[in-house]
């Protein structure tokens, strides 16, 4: 049974800094590009962050660059979305993905998602 739990979400207030994590099972997670999600309320889910499977490449949504960095540990099976100088705009529920590197579109899991809000 595959299973992505992230944790690590909570109340910030702007400038402060969260760690979330997302640990895996299930599958084979060498094989799958890692990538954490947003969904602000009344907004579609985007891409915040991506690690690749080989070479651990990453990539960053424009709005998070310099401020948030991903990291994945696969003897850990685990991802994690270190968040700097946190915005009011970085609220969202933030959700773990698994794309295998070969099916991107047949094979890929989704968490349940963890709420960060941002807010003095």
């Known amino acids: 049974q595959v299973q992505l739990v992230e944790s690590g979400g909570g109340l910030v207030q702007p400038g402060g800094s969260l760690r979330l994590s997302c640990a895996t099972s299930g599958f084979t997670f060498s094989t799958h590009h890692m990538s954490w999600y947003r969904q602000a309320p009344g907004q579609e889910r985007e891409l915040v962050a991506q690690v690749m499977s080989t070479r651990h490449v990453t990539n960053y949504a424009d709005s998070v660059k310099g401020r948030f960095t991903i990291s994945r540990d696969n003897a850990k099976q685990s991802v994690d979305l270190q968040m700097n100088s946190l915005k009011p705009d970085d609220t969202a529920v933030y959700y773990c993905?698994?794309?295998?590197?070969?099916?991107?579109?047949?094979?890929?899991?989704w968490g349940q998602g963890t709420q960060v809000t941002v807010s003095s």
């Open positions: 993905k698994a794309t295998h590197q070969f099916y991107p579109d047949k094979r890929y899991y």
